[in-house]
């Protein structure tokens, strides 16, 4: 199994911003992609920025030029760099990975989510 932990959310001011962090451990052969999900209060879950082993990254038009998705850490860790955040940016922030356990073995698996608050 891999786990995920998220950290770095917190409440911040409009126009503010803010550093996710996601830290993956566990049994890992090799890691596809990380990706950040959001999921606001009565909304569905939403992919708000992704990041390939080859360094290919995605972003929901709600974020690009806002938002920066990065890798390190032998790409076990994944950053979401927030500027200028927006009352609807608030949300609760999960970290994803599709990764391989072993050769055979992959799936997709979430952290426990991170609650960010933009407001006033």
């Known amino acids: 199994q891999v786990q995920l932990v998220e950290s770095g959310g917190g409440l911040v001011q409009p126009g503010g911003s803010l550093t996710l962090s996601c830290v993956a451990s566990g049994n890992i052969f090799h890691i596809v992609a990380m990706a950040w999900y959001r999921q606001a209060l009565g909304k569905e879950r939403e992919l708000v920025a992704s990041?390939?082993?080859?360094?290919?990254?995605n972003y929901a038009d709600s974020v690009k030029g806002r938002f920066t998705i990065s890798r390190a850490n032998g790409d076990k860790t994944v950053y979401l760099q927030m500027n200028s955040l927006k009352p609807e940016d608030t949300a609760v922030y999960y970290c994803n990975t599709r990764a391989y356990e072993t050769h055979l073995k992959w799936g997709d698996y979430w952290g426990q989510g991170t609650q960010v608050t933009v407001a006033s």
């Open positions: 990041i390939t082993s080859g360094h290919s990254v």
